[in-house]
C-alpha cells in the first residue's frame, strides 16, 4: 500500500515576515501579535474577520448557493448542501420493505407508513400515524372551513386543498 504524502500549505502574516502551517495558529498569531490589525470586513453582510482567507470562505456562502447538478438555487448553503444529497451515491434502504431513498430525511418520512396509527378519530374511529393528517380529519367533522378562496366565495377545510381550487379553477 503506498502511504499518501501530505503537502502543508504555509500561510503568510499579512503583517509580518512570520509563516505558519494551520490557519488555526495564523488567527491566533494575528489577533494576539497585530491587535490592531484592520478588520476585513465582508461587502455583502458586514461580518469581519482579520485573517483574508477567512473572509473567503465566509464568502462563499454569498456565492455557493447554486446546485451545479441541476442549477436549482437556495437561500443559503446549508440547504444547498442537504440538497446535494439527492444527487449522490447514497441510498437509504427501508429496512421493512425494502424501497430505496436519496435522502435520510425521506427515508424517516417513509418509516411512518409501517408504524402502527397512534391517532384515533373519536366519531368515525379513523386511525392515523401522523398528527398533521389526524388534525386536519377533525376539522372534517367540527364544520370549520378556514381557508377561503381569494376569487369566490368557496371555503376549505384544508389550506392546500384551497391552494389547489385557485390554481386550477382561477
Known sequence: MKKCKTQKTLRNCSYCPETFNNLFA???????VHPEANRIICEDCG????VLED???HRKQHTEKVCDKCGKEFQ????????????????????VCGITLKTKKNLNKHMIIHNEAKYKCKHCNKEFKQGGCFKLHLLSHSGLRPYKCHFCPSTFADGSV???HMKMVH
Open 76 to 95: 443559503n448553503r446549508r440547504q444547498l448542501m442537504r440538497h446535494k444529497d439527492i444527487h449522490g451515491d447514497t441510498s437509504f434502504i427501508c429496512s
Open 162 to 164: 384551497c391552494r389547489g
Open 26 to 32: 495564523h488567527r491566533q498569531h494575528v489577533k494576539k
Open 47 to 50: 461580518a469581519s474577520y482579520v
Open 55 to 57: 473572509l473567503e470562505n
